[in-house]
Each structure stands twice: as C-alpha cells, then as structure tokens.
C-alpha cells in the first residue's frame, strides 16, 4: 500500500536519516517534511490528508504537547505518532493521554523506528516495551485547559504561540501579513476561549503545556 507520511522535524540529519529510513522500510511510500509547525499546518492545508504525521514535540512553532493537542482536535481523523528525544515516562503517557497513537524515543535504532511506524500505519498503538507506569493524578484543571487551546482556530494558535515568545501586535501583523486590527481581534478572542486577560496569563497558559524543566537533547 502507498501510505502517504508528513515527517515533521527541525533537525535536517535526524530527518534525512528517518526519511531514508523509511523509503527502504516500508517501500512504495509517500513522504513529506516539515521543519516548523506553520510548515505542517501548510501542507494540511493544501495537500491530501496523510495517513500518519511523525510530531516532534519540540518542533518549532510547537509549546511541549500543544501541537499535539491542536493536531488531534482540528484533524481528528488523522493518526499523529510522536518522535521524540524526551524519553521519560511522564512524556510518553501524556503524548498517549492527548492522542498520539504511538511514542518512538529518537534514542531507537533506524530498523526499529522503521518496525515502529510501520505497526502504527497498520493501527496498533506502539510504545517503548520497558515503558514505566506514571502515578494516578488529578489533571481535571490540566483537561480543561487542553478543551481550551483545542479550541482555537490555526491562525488563533499561531497568535498565541508569537504571544508566547514575546511580540507584540505590530511584530506579529508583520510576521502574518495581516493589520493589526486583525491581531487585535485574534488575541481578544485568544483571551476570550482561554478565560484570561492579559498576555503574561496566556504565557502561563502555554507555560503549563511545557514539559518539566530538563537540558535540551535535540
């Protein structure tokens, strides 16, 4: 079968090595790359719907599992596997908690990421096998504000990720090609879906998205 893969990854080596990965895998395959969200969120926009989308959590545009949670509720009909270089337990059954439908730690080797997605296409859910169980907790006030940023429209959640790294009105107006009055009225209802006022309660909204505090292993 033709399966038709968006590989979205920042990191042009790691990309290369899991696209050629992939071609001698599984064979008659259709890939694509992205290296940013705005890329991926492009070819979702003008290209066929693709049978899976390989996510790194740490791509750019992407707040820790905000991508994820955008991806499962404005494209809930397309399969999402996260590639990741954070490997705790903690990441793996949160990303399976917002919907992905398979963990592969970038540490695995290129034939097991190859086996890896290869399951995934053919819909088992695919794991680490030595996974460790996370306590039970209460994440009611984390579902909720999951409900909240799946809300958002594309362009409400591009908005809030600029918020997020500090621009302003104007900056982003630029960056989107777009007036400001436009932004004006995205971050008014951006605060409106969320319940806040301000950008430094939408800073810590996506901040609550983040993972815990550890050194960047891209």
């Not at 790691?14 to 071609?23: D, M, N, Q, V």
């Not at 009225?185 to 319940?195: E, M, Q, S, W, Y």
Request: aromatic content about 6%.
């Amino acid at each position: 079968m033709n399966y038709r893969i968006i590989i979205t990854e920042d990191h042009p080596l790691f990309r290369s090595a899991l696209r050629t990965a992939l071609s001698q895998g599984l064979g008659d395959t259709s890939l694509s790359e992205a290296s940013s969200f705005d890329e991926l969120q492009s070819l979702l926009e003008n290209t066929e719907a693709p049978d899976l989308i390989l996510l790194d959590l740490q791509i750019p545009g992407a707040h820790g599992f905000s991508a994820l949670i955008y991806l499962r509720s404005h494209h809930p009909e397309i399969p999402v596997a996260v590639i990741s270089a954070r490997e705790e337990a903690s990441v793996i059954h949160q990303s399976l908690k917002h919907g992905a439908c398979g963990f592969i730690p970038k540490s695995s080797p290129l034939d097991t990421l190859t086996s890896a997605v290869s399951r995934v296409l053919e819909g088992d859910v695919w794991t680490p096998a030595d996974i460790e169980p996370t306590p039970e907790q209460d994440d009611t006030d984390q579902d909720q504000l999951n409900e909240k940023i799946a809300s958002l429209t594309p362009q409400q959640f591009k908005v809030l990720g600029m918020l997020r790294d500090g621009l302003r009105n104007k900056q982003i107006a630029w960056e989107l090609q777009v007036s400001e009055a436009c932004i004006k009225a995205h971050v008014t209802a951006i605060f409106r879906k969320l319940g806040i006022n301000n950008r430094t309660q939408a800073v810590i909204a996506l901040q609550q998205m983040e993972f815990e505090a550890e050194p960047d292993l891209k």
